[in-house]
Protein backbone atom coordinates (compact mmCIF):
# COMPACT_ATOMS: atom_id res chain seq x y z
CA UNK A 1 0.00 0.00 0.00
CA UNK A 2 1.40 2.99 -1.21
CA UNK A 3 1.59 5.93 1.79
CA UNK A 4 2.98 9.34 1.71
CA UNK A 5 2.95 11.51 5.04
CA UNK A 6 3.84 14.85 5.34
CA UNK A 7 5.23 16.18 8.28
CA UNK A 8 7.17 19.27 9.82
CA UNK A 9 4.21 21.94 9.00
CA UNK A 10 3.09 24.72 11.97
CA UNK A 11 2.92 28.29 12.70
CA UNK A 12 5.96 31.19 12.16
CA UNK A 13 6.90 34.64 11.95
CA UNK A 14 7.99 36.08 8.75
CA UNK A 15 11.06 35.33 8.18
CA UNK A 16 11.44 32.48 9.73
CA UNK A 17 12.29 28.61 9.06
CA UNK A 18 10.59 24.90 8.86
CA UNK A 19 12.02 21.81 7.43
CA UNK A 20 8.67 19.40 6.15
CA UNK A 21 9.30 15.94 5.26
CA UNK A 22 7.66 13.22 3.79
CA UNK A 23 7.75 9.81 4.57
CA UNK A 24 6.97 7.11 1.84
CA UNK A 25 6.21 3.34 2.04
CA UNK A 26 4.90 1.34 -0.03
CA UNK A 27 7.33 1.45 -2.78
CA UNK A 28 10.96 2.32 -3.38
CA UNK A 29 11.85 6.02 -3.26
CA UNK A 30 15.09 5.35 -5.61
CA UNK A 31 12.18 4.89 -8.65
CA UNK A 32 10.41 7.86 -8.34
CA UNK A 33 10.62 11.45 -8.49
CA UNK A 34 9.10 13.61 -5.86
CA UNK A 35 7.28 16.94 -6.10
CA UNK A 36 6.21 19.28 -3.29
CA UNK A 37 2.44 21.07 -4.11
CA UNK A 38 1.04 23.55 -2.51
CA UNK A 39 -2.66 25.36 -2.35
CA UNK A 40 -4.14 28.67 -0.03
CA UNK A 41 -7.56 29.07 0.67
CA UNK A 42 -9.43 30.33 -3.03
CA UNK A 43 -6.13 30.04 -4.85
CA UNK A 44 -5.23 26.70 -7.59
CA UNK A 45 -2.20 24.02 -6.30
CA UNK A 46 1.22 25.07 -7.33
CA UNK A 47 4.03 23.24 -7.73
CA UNK A 48 6.52 24.36 -5.36
CA UNK A 49 9.68 21.85 -6.28
CA UNK A 50 10.51 18.55 -7.36
CA UNK A 51 13.78 16.04 -7.43
CA UNK A 52 13.93 13.42 -9.92
CA UNK A 53 14.98 9.72 -9.09
CA UNK A 54 17.73 9.22 -11.35
CA UNK A 55 20.15 12.42 -10.99
CA UNK A 56 17.92 14.07 -7.80
CA UNK A 57 17.80 16.80 -10.20
CA UNK A 58 16.02 19.95 -8.61
CA UNK A 59 13.65 21.91 -9.90
CA UNK A 60 12.08 25.20 -8.11
CA UNK A 61 9.23 27.86 -8.72
CA UNK A 62 10.43 30.96 -9.20
CA UNK A 63 8.91 32.11 -5.94
CA UNK A 64 10.81 29.74 -3.46
CA UNK A 65 14.18 29.76 -5.55
CA UNK A 66 16.35 30.78 -3.40
CA UNK A 67 14.93 30.43 0.00
CA UNK A 68 13.94 26.90 -0.18
CA UNK A 69 15.63 23.68 -1.02
CA UNK A 70 14.58 20.10 -1.51
CA UNK A 71 16.32 16.84 -0.87
CA UNK A 72 15.94 13.07 -0.80
CA UNK A 73 17.35 10.57 2.01
CA UNK A 74 16.47 7.12 -0.02
CA UNK A 75 17.52 5.07 3.29
CA UNK A 76 14.86 6.41 5.07
CA UNK A 77 12.46 6.68 1.92
CA UNK A 78 12.13 10.27 3.18
CA UNK A 79 12.07 13.89 1.26
CA UNK A 80 12.38 17.14 2.95
CA UNK A 81 11.73 20.49 2.22
CA UNK A 82 13.79 23.20 3.85
CA UNK A 83 12.09 26.51 3.94
CA UNK A 84 13.82 29.51 4.73
CA UNK A 85 13.16 33.44 4.65
CA UNK A 86 9.32 32.43 5.08
CA UNK A 87 6.93 34.60 4.13
CA UNK A 88 2.86 35.40 4.32
CA UNK A 89 2.47 34.28 0.69
CA UNK A 90 3.94 30.94 1.50
CA UNK A 91 0.99 30.43 3.74
CA UNK A 92 -0.59 27.13 2.45
CA UNK A 93 -1.25 23.15 2.90
CA UNK A 94 1.78 21.87 1.40
CA UNK A 95 1.55 18.19 -0.34
CA UNK A 96 4.02 15.69 -2.03
CA UNK A 97 3.27 13.43 -4.44
CA UNK A 98 5.01 11.08 -6.64
CA UNK A 99 5.59 10.70 -10.42
CA UNK A 100 8.07 8.72 -12.95
CA UNK A 101 9.90 12.49 -13.84
CA UNK A 102 9.37 15.73 -12.51
CA UNK A 103 6.45 18.23 -13.92
CA UNK A 104 4.69 21.46 -12.94
CA UNK A 105 1.44 20.15 -13.67
CA UNK A 106 -0.05 18.38 -10.26
CA UNK A 107 -1.69 16.09 -12.79
CA UNK A 108 1.25 14.46 -13.74
CA UNK A 109 1.29 12.95 -10.01
CA UNK A 110 0.17 9.61 -8.59
CA UNK A 111 0.15 9.61 -5.22
CA UNK A 112 -0.46 11.67 -2.85
CA UNK A 113 -0.07 12.65 0.89
CA UNK A 114 -2.75 14.27 2.93
CA UNK A 115 -0.84 17.27 3.45
CA UNK A 116 0.69 19.81 6.50
CA UNK A 117 -0.25 23.15 7.17
CA UNK A 118 2.03 25.71 6.53
CA UNK A 119 1.22 29.54 8.41
CA UNK A 120 3.33 32.35 8.30
CA UNK A 121 2.22 35.36 10.41
CA UNK A 122 3.22 37.37 12.94
Known amino acids: QVQLVESGGGLVQPGGSLRLSCAVS????????IGWFRQAPGKEREGVSCISSTDASTYYADSVKGHFTISRDNAKNTVYLQMNSLKPEDTAVYYC???????????????WGQGTQVTVSS
Open 97 to 111: ATAWVCSSGWMDYEY
Open 26 to 33: GFTLDYYA
